[in-house]
């Protein structure tokens, strides 16, 4: 067990709908970064928080969005879905913002399927 | 613009035998350079990583990584395989200095024969 919570474990939805994707980090962690893990694009990083301000972005498509709270947990945000947004996500946290450096501990993920 | 690539989408090996699973990066400035490994239906746990100190990087499980820049490669080696070491794996790269996105390879999953 990483330390770092998911939910929902599973979550299915159709093509044009909004979902919202939380994770807690591991306590003391005040970093998130996010993931998507899909058999087309492989791993991809999405974005990433550092105690509550947007660090670095990556592959992250202007439907989506995310935020990290005063409390630390995040929300990632995905909008009008289409089938392809069908991906395991997960979010990772760390210590400290620098990715460079700090081990990054991920959750167990989300399941999305988009129908 | 930096990348890693994986050689090879799937390794089978005996259990017993030497597993080596490759990676080679391009990075424009000095890599960071990690292994993860995946069981299913489980996230990513770090295996090692490589911020420029020692270029033999040793891990968790008895897996350890050679960071060779000559050769642009970082590739994971463990002498011995167990049938617990059936899993994915993926190499990551990002650059040194604080805030930058990492980048995955495409991953290996390794299959250990008995």
């Known amino acids: 067990d990483s330390g770092v919570t998911q939910t929902p474990k599973h979550l299915i939805t159709a093509t044009g709908q909004r979902v919202t994707l939380r994770c807690s980090p591991r306590?003391?962690?005040?970093?998130v970064y996010w993931y998507q893990q899909s058999l087309d694009q492989g791993l991809q990083f999405l974005i990433q928080y550092y105690n509550g301000e947007e660090r670095a972005k990556g592959n992250i498509l202007e439907r989506f969005s995310a935020q990290q709270f005063p409390d630390l947990h995040s929300e990632l945000n995905l909008s009008s879905l289409e089938l392809g947004d069908s991906a395991l996500y997960f979010c990772?946290?760390?210590?400290?913002?620098?990715?460079?450096?700090?081990?990054?501990?991920f959750g167990p993920g989300t399941r999305l399927t988009v129908t | 613009a930096q990348s890693v690539t994986q050689l090879g989408s799937h390794v089978s090996v005996s259990e017993g035998a030497l597993v080596l699973l490759r990676c080679n990066y391009s990075s424009s400035v000095p890599p960071y350079l990690f292994w993860y490994v995946q069981y299913p239906n489980q996230g990513l746990q770090l295996l090692l990583k490589y911020t420029s100190a020692a270029t033999l990087v040793k891990g968790i499980n008895g897996f350890e990584a050679e960071f060779k820049k000559s050769e642009t490669s970082f590739h994971l080696t463990k002498p011995s395989a167990h049938m617990s070491d059936a899993a994915e794996y993926f190499c990551a790269v990002t650059r040194s200095g604080g805030y930058q996105k990492v980048t995955f390879g495409t991953g290996t999953k390794l299959q250990v024969i008995p």
């Open positions: 990772a946290s760390s210590v400290d913002g620098s990715i460079s450096s700090y081990e990054q501990y």
């Open positions: 306590s003391g962690d005040l970093s």
